[in-house]
């Protein structure tokens, strides 16, 4: 949970409708490794857009919502090294965090991005 205590639900993301065909990669999933693979990439300079099927982030995170969903290793390691911003403004609320804290960290991270296109945005 963000460390200054507001409870975060699942955010609608403001979604980059252009329409521009010009980028040097694209990325297929706004899961944790798409989202990861987005921030390399855009370090290393290149215009980069993100394609998501579902209507939000999380990849596994956002389409398993079975009762009992959560991390089988603990829950600092699914947080992204590479930003110590991240690391630092994040608490997992429990050691092997669920679905819904994970998805609510999934979507802190991409509030911090943007150009994730969501099947809601994909063009025709």
Known sequence: MPRNGAASLAVAHKVNTDTATDFDAVIIGAGVSGLYQLYKLRELGMRVRVFETG??????????????????????TYGYSFSQELLEEWDWEEHFAGQPETERYLNHVADKSTCVATSSSRAA
């Open 55 to 76: 209507t939000g982030v999380g990849g596994t995170w956002y389409w398993n919502r079975y009762p009992g969903a959560r991390f089988d290793s603990e829950s600092w």
